[in-house]
């Protein structure tokens, strides 16, 4: 699934195309993407609209048109938007939806597995709706050691888990939590709630810095995803522990290990991350 880094490169790149720009058209080719709009009436709505800017929040994109509506994307596991010179014909490979851009350019909205979701919010009052949805935006100001240990204390729940939780920090998923908790020595199997205040802050700092360095790398694509010129990020290639099992521990030469925690597949490393009993 798209992160935050990867989200975000797409919203800077998808700015620079778009931004300023007007809407000549859009045509919507499954229904399962605007349900429960009727897919001509959904296109209808965003022709003859100017893209006044693009925001994200985790791994939220919300492109704000003029008349005080938000177009809001969830790529989800597989979804891409993808920019083309002209429309696309043949469509590209998975197409649910293509919009026009007037004076050249067309954005295709790619998903092969079909979990991508677009819909309207108003573009006034927005932050206001989307309260509680999400917490903060890992990459915003709002988003602190002192507001994440907060969430964390007295919780139960293993650390991974928590930092997964869109709730408690909106953007981070299972590359840059593995790679976050690596950074902070943290075992992601121990109790968010064990964590001190000194590693609470080394945690925030670390979900930080990957993802700031996922960003600087255009992401990471060992899966499906592409930026919008269908190329391929970085950030694959400066995991220290994702995908690394087997490997030695960039730190310490130990063996990094995977299993399965928080239902998903995890990477660590046994000397650098030891499971503490409580702090």
Known sequence: MPELPEVETIRRQLAERIVGRTIRGARVSD??????????????????????????????LFIELDGDEALTLHL???????????????????????????????????????????????????????AGRTGPDAMSAAFTARGLGDRLRGRTACAKALI???????GVGNIYADEALFMARVNPAEPGGNLTAPRVTSLHR???DRLRMGITAG??????????NGERGGMQDLFR???RRGEQCPRCQTTIEKGVVAQRGTYWCPKCQPLMEGD
């Open 31 to 60: 229904p399962r993407l605007v349900d429960p709009w009727e897919p001509n009436t959904f296109a209808g709505r965003l022709e003859g609209r100017r893209v006044e800017r693009i925001d994200r929040v985790g791994k939220y």
């Open 76 to 130: 989800r596991m597989t979804g891409q938007l993808l920019w083309s010179d002209d429309v696309p014909d043949p469509p590209l490979p998975y197409t649910r939806a293509v919009i026009g851009i007037e004076g050249g350019g067309s954005v295709t909205f790619a998903d092969s597995r079909r979990f991508g979701t677009a819909w309207f919010l108003p573009r006034v009052g927005r932050e206001r709706i989307w």
């Open 164 to 170: 997964l939780d869109q709730r408690i920090v909106a």
């Open 206 to 208: 670390a979900i930080r």
């Open 219 to 228: 992401g990471a694509s060992f899966d499906r995803y592409r930026d919008v």
């Open 241 to 243: 522990v994702h995908r």
